[in-house]
């Protein structure tokens, strides 16, 4: 099926490491992501998910295969207007520096002056609900605190695609279910284009306009799976819906025979 508005397209897309007879993590990858949309990406431990999004990033050179952003290639180096989550936020904060500033630090490198990366960082804690924590220093906050600034930190760069590696996997579940309709919230009030990946069946379906389900490694996509749930969503009415149940019944069905990866259907 052809997209709409293509802002994140993948054609052909396979990595090998260690040269031609090494281990293929990544094999012939066809997906789009529609400017907008928040797409998420479930499949079995080592099936290539980070390697997929290593290509997508531009930290990787993929062996085969295209990646564009906005109609434009990348090419092993890191687009302008694309940013990332990772999961592992103790690792991503600078912890010498306040929270203010661990937001503002990637703008450094842009034709922002002092003022205007200040303004944008107390801009974006209060989206996230930081308002108040700007002047403390990551080691101060909790997990899901912590994870808040290092969205808050991406989300400051404007940028067009927003990709996400597990980035509520390290919390407790409470904190997991605040997150996810912190994304959601964002998500709508930024128009952002979101690609997340996770390894959560439920979280999938609760977050995503469509999932694409990996066979194992070498993955390959199984299905495209559109998840009509709506915009509005709440983490009790919308899990307990029959649409939902009946999605993750799916996705799980799917995961069960991932060793049996067929071409890419269209739900």
């Not at 997508?56 to 092993?76: A, E, M, N, W």
Request: glycine share 6%; aromatic share 6%.
């Amino acid at each position: 099926m052809t997209r709409n508005n293509p802002m994140l397209e993948v054609s052909g897309l396979g990595h090998r490491y260690g040269g031609a007879h090494g281990h293929e993590a990544i094999s012939e990858l066809n997906f789009s992501v529609d400017s907008g949309e928040l797409a998420c990406i479930v499949g079995p431990s080592g099936c290539g998910k980070s390697t997929l999004l290593r290509s997508i990033s531009g930290l990787i050179k993929p062996t085969s295969g295209d990646v564009r952003l906005h109609g434009d290639d990348v090419k092993g180096e890191v687009p302008r207007d694309l940013a990332v989550v990772f999961q592992d936020y103790s690792r991503s904060l600078f912890p010498w520096l306040s929270v203010r500033a661990n937001v503002e630090f990637p703008l450094r490198s842009r034709d922002l002056s002092k003022s205007e990366r200040r303004a944008r960082a107390d801009e974006v804690l209060e989206w996230v609900g930081l308002a108040g924590a700007a002047k403390k220093y990551p080691w101060q906050l909790s997990g899901g605190m912590q994870q808040r600034v290092s969205i808050a930190r991406a989300l400051a760069c404007r940028p067009a695609l927003l990709l996400m590696d597990e980035p509520f996997a390290s919390v407790d579940a409470q904190t997991r279910f605040e997150l996810e309709d912190l994304l959601l919230r964002v998500r709508k009030q930024f128009d952002s284009t979101v690609l997340l990946v996770t390894h959560d069946i439920d979280e999938s379906i609760y977050l995503a306009d469509r999932v694409f389900v990996l066979s194992k490694s070498p993955a390959t996509v199984v299905k495209d799976l559109e998840i009509p749930l709506g915009e509005d969503r709440d983490q009790i009415s919308t899990r307990e819906s029959e649409t939902f149940v009946h999605l993750r019944s799916e996705v799980a069905r799917l995961l069960d025979v991932r060793s049996a990866a067929k071409p890419t259907e269209k739900a």
